[in-house]
């Protein structure tokens, strides 16, 4: 059950209350709760929204990468959201299922290109262990990534945990059905 109060739905503005219906009709079927306890800041997480679809599928960092950053944070964080949602632009670029469901042993898999699987070793360490991101790590990083590219991935998944964590903690996250 959400740690936060829950809002009716007729109190949720015209925007959050479309979220709403579409989380519970739209596979993978979450209920509603999200936005309905979101929908407490709806100025907020509008503003939240702007930053985060157009840099999440744009930007100079594949979509492919930041979708497979995004879900190896989902795994990471037991985010149901995160780990069973799936974004259209990274899809649309070749993004299979099949990859999906090596991303567990994704440094032994010939399915993840090198910079892949820098990125993804990027999003454990700052998920897990940033303290371990040492020179010989950001040279191995910069030999993928410009630098640009390393601020962009960085505030990603930096975003990608923060929310994710947030979900869970305010206890939004019971799945209707499970995938």
Same mark, same amino acid.
């Given at each position: 059950?959400?740690?936060l109060?829950v809002?009716?739905k007729?109190?949720?503005?015209? $925007?959050?209350?479309s979220?709403?219906?579409?989380?519970?009709?739209?596979p993978p079927?979450?209920?509603?709760?999200?936005?309905q306890?979101? &929908?407490?800041?709806?100025?907020?997480?509008?503003s939240?929204?702007?930053?985060?679809?157009?840099?999440h $599928?744009g930007?100079?960092?594949?979509p492919?990468? /930041?979708?497979?950053v #995004?879900? /190896?944070? &989902?795994?990471?964080?037991?985010?149901f959201?995160?780990?069973?949602?799936?974004?259209?632009?990274?899809?649309? /670029?070749?993004?299979?299922?099949?990859?999906?469901?090596?991303?567990?042993s994704?440094?032994?898999?010939?399915?993840?290109?090198?910079?892949?699987?820098?990125?993804?070793?990027?999003a454990?360490?700052?998920?897990?262990?940033?303290?371990?991101?040492?020179?010989?790590?950001? #040279?191995s990083? #910069?030999?993928?990534f410009?630098d640009?590219?390393?601020?962009?991935?960085?505030?990603?998944?930096?975003?990608?945990?923060?929310? &994710?964590?947030?979900?869970?903690?305010?206890d939004?996250? #019971?799945?209707?059905?499970?995938?």
């Amino acid at each position: 059950m959400a740690r936060l109060s829950v809002l009716g739905k007729d109190q949720l503005t015209p $925007e959050f209350a479309s979220l709403a219906e579409q989380a519970e009709t739209t596979p993978p079927y979450l209920k509603a709760t999200v936005f309905q306890v979101l &929908g407490h800041c709806p100025e907020m997480f509008q503003s939240y929204f702007q930053f985060y679809f157009p840099w999440h $599928e744009g930007g100079t960092v594949s979509p492919v990468i /930041k979708e497979l950053v #995004r879900l /190896k944070i &989902g795994q990471l964080n037991d985010c149901f959201t995160c780990k069973g949602a799936r974004f259209a632009a990274a899809l649309q /670029k070749g993004l299979t299922e099949d990859k999906i469901a090596e991303l567990d042993s994704y440094q032994d898999s010939n399915s993840f290109t090198l910079q892949e699987k820098i990125a993804l070793r990027f999003a454990e360490l700052v998920a897990l262990d940033h303290h371990a991101i040492d020179d010989d790590f950001m #040279r191995s990083l #910069r030999a993928q990534f410009t630098d640009a590219q390393i601020v962009e991935l960085g505030m990603m998944i930096a975003e990608y945990i923060g929310f &994710g964590r947030l979900v869970m903690v305010l206890d939004l996250e #019971r799945p209707v059905c499970t995938l």
